[in-house]
C-alpha cells in the first residue's frame, strides 16, 4: 500500500462518514489530516486536525 506524502489529498471512514482532507504531516504509523470545519464538527471535535492510520486511509489526489 502506498503512503500519502504532505499535501495529498485523502479520504477515510469515521463514525460511518467518509472523510476527505489534506495530509499536513507524516508519521511512521499515521498521518495528521486537516479535514473541513463541517466535517469536525459532524464528527463532534474541537479542532480540524485528526490522526489517521497509514492502513486506514485512500489517495484520492497526489
Known sequence: MA???EGHVIS?????MTIKG??????QNS???EI???DAINLGYSTD???V????YKILKS
Open 3 to 5: 503512503k500519502a506524502k
Open 49 to 51: 486536525r485528526t490522526v
Open 31 to 33: 498521518a495528521v489530516v
Open 53 to 56: 492510520n497509514h492502513k486506514n
Open 22 to 27: 489534506r495530509v499536513s504531516i507524516l508519521y
Open 12 to 16: 477515510f471512514k469515521r463514525d460511518n
Open 36 to 38: 473541513s470545519h463541517d
